[in-house]
């Protein structure tokens, strides 16, 4: 197999994994939809105790907000730096290397093989929550919803490049489960997968605005909204874009590190 | 009598000592990733801070959620995280449940002298859960100080009876869930992590669900009874606190109830042979 053959393969077989898999995935989608019923009750309660807009937001356009988050966060969910930090303990790192491939190329076939699958049965569920709480809002129009995906595309770039920085980061510890703990810590708060970045104190919002994580959850969900005017869009789509090049580009500089730092486990 | 209660001593004391036996073991373990362990206590800690600062946001718009305030909340959210830190910290084991029996491994346990639960609670440490103790504590310290509720020596003693308590319903719901894996098997089952979900539920008063969620979490698999009950009486909210008292039962219920399945379920295992 040549050229883009071996990285479809790869994606394919990730494909057939996830199906092998399908129900463990399922349930924990199940899972995770707890929290989101739990979004949708506290926002429930607090926009029954105060009508009209909160920070800008209706109920509706703050269960749409939910729900793309969830969405999103749906996709590429937390291997990759487990599976990292698996493959160097017990040694299998050895024969990625062996490989006549671009190792981050390869990770990311895997990852996003999976990721159509991933966005429909988080639609699926995410629908079920959206029909028991009285429906959410739409894109305005067909520009909208097209933008919205090109904004979700370029998110999950950042959310592949990041998650793919941070499992360089196994070379050196080996084990990462604290650094995957405190990356989805800090990508909840600062992204707006908790709460929409306006509701933030404006230092934060500062702080927030010239990271990454914006980009992965924040604004794709608001360009689903309509809340930006066409300038403000075509700006962040241009900064998402920046980080999904730079964090890519990033893995790839840590990937040269960790090669000279490489510790083959087994035999 | 006398003799017999002597003995039940000794076999609990021995009990206790080889449980701590085990734990030790799996620190040196964990401890072999040095740096991972220390950034997982920062990071376990992050999490926390970071849920507090996302209610605390909310509380900047609005003054109370359904009547319960801020420090409410956040003793409800460091309860949640206090327990969890127990669990994690000395009987992380139940999440390897699955696994033991899926591989076989379970076999070991049945062929050594001490109780296979106890085995089980001790076989893992999750030092996660250092992280989400000390700051649970910072925190419910400081929503205690927040809350113009005065603190009689018996209403100390009762916060600790509460935490006590509440600790134990969520080690029970652990175990209880974890032995499902005697009837499903599976490498890792999803069905212990399915109901440890459910607690995102007693993250928040229960008042602002509906009745089936409330009924789930108060009846079904009792999370409010780890978070909400217990702070509806530590902070003295007349409406909800009594069946706050009820906290300690429903730990003994609980528990008894986990211990029961896990029996059942160890009358059917069969080792996966090898």
Redesign the interface.
């Known amino acids: 197999m040549t050229g883009l053959g071996k990285y479809l393969a790869m994606a394919r077989t990730s494909i057939e994994i996830w199906f092998v898999y399908r ?2 995935f399922v ?2 989608m ?3 939809v ?2 989101v ?2 979004m949708f ?2 926002w ?3 926009f029954l ?2 009508p009209g807009a ?2 800008g937001f209706t109920w509706p356009e703050m269960k749409a907000y939910l729900l793309v988050s969830f969405v999103l966060g749906s996709l590429m969910p937390w291997f990759a730096e487990w599976n990292m930090s698996i493959d160097l303990k017990e040694g299998r790192i050895a024969i990625d290397l062996a490989r006549p491939i671009d190792f981050q190329a390869s990770r990311f076939a895997s990852a996003v093989g999976p990721v159509p699958l991933e966005f429909c049965s988080a639609v699926a569920v995410g629908a079920v929550v959206a029909f028991m709480f009285g429906g959410i809002a739409l894109p305005a129009d067909g520009a909208h919803a097209a933008v919205f995906l090109v904004s979700a595309a370029l998110a999950t770039l950042i959310r592949f490049g990041l998650v793919y920085c941070v499992s360089m980061t196994a070379f ?11 990356r ?3 990508q ?2 600062l992204s707006g997968a ?2 929409p970045l306006v ?3 404006d230092w934060l919002r500062a702080v927030a605005a010239v990271l990454p994580f914006q980009g992965m959850i924040s604004t794709p969900a608001l360009t689903y909204l309509g809340k930006m005017d066409a300038p403000t869009t075509a700006l962040m789509l241009g900064v998402q874009a920046f980080w999904a090049i730079g964090l890519i580009l990033l893995g790839r500089l840590a990937w040269r590190g960790a090669q000279r730092v490489v510790t083959i486990n087994g035999g | 009598m006398a003799a017999s209660v002597a003995s039940g001593f000794r076999s609990a004391r021995r009990l206790v000592y080889l449980y701590f036996r085990c734990l030790g073991q799996q620190m040196k373990a964990i401890l072999a ?1 040095e ?10 800690a ?2 926390q ?3 507090v ?2 209610i605390w ?2 509380f ?3 003054p ?3 009547g319960w305030t801020f420090w409410q909340v956040v003793m409800m959210y460091a309860l949640i995280f206090v327990t969890e830190g127990v669990g994690s910290l000395f009987f992380e084991g139940t999440w390897q449940l699955s696994n033991l029996v899926y591989t076989g491994k379970f076999d070991q346990m049945l062929v050594r002298p001490v109780s296979p639960i106890v085995q089980v609670l001790a076989c893992a440490v999750g030092f ?1 859960g250092l992280g989400n103790l000390v700051t649970g504590f910072v925190l419910i310290g400081i929503s205690m100080a927040n809350v113009p509720v005065p603190w009689t020596l018996g209403r100390l003693l009762m916060l600790a009876i509460l935490i006590v308590s509440a600790a134990t319903i969520r080690v029970a719901i652990n175990l209880g869930s974890a032995a499902t894996a005697f009837w499903i098997s ?1 490498p ?1 089952s ?2 212990p ?2 109901v ?3 607690g ?2 007693a ?2 008063p229960i008042t ?3 009745l089936a ?1 409330q009924a789930m979490i108060v009846i079904a698999i009792p999370f409010a009874f780890v978070s909400f009950f217990p702070t509806a009486w530590v902070f003295g909210v007349d409406a909800w606190s009594l069946p706050g008292l009820l906290t300690p039962l429903v730990a003994i219920y609980t528990m008894l109830m986990a211990v029961t399945i896990f029996r059942v379920g160890l009358r059917r295992y069969e080792s996966s042979g090898h």
């Open positions: 129900t463990t349930l924990n199940i899972g995770s707890f929290y019923f739990a009750y506290l429930q309660t607090i105790g105060s909160l920070a050196w510890t080996t084990g990462t489960d604290g650094i995957t703990v405190g989805m810590a800090v909840n708060l908790l709460i509701f933030f104190p | 990733y740096a991972d362990f220390v950034v997982l206590l920062f990071s376990a992050l999490v801070i970071t849920g600062f996302f946001t909310i900047q718009r609005i109370s959620i359904n996660n599976a890792w999803m069905i992590m399915f440890h979900q459910l995102e539920f993250k928040y602002i669900y509906s969620v």
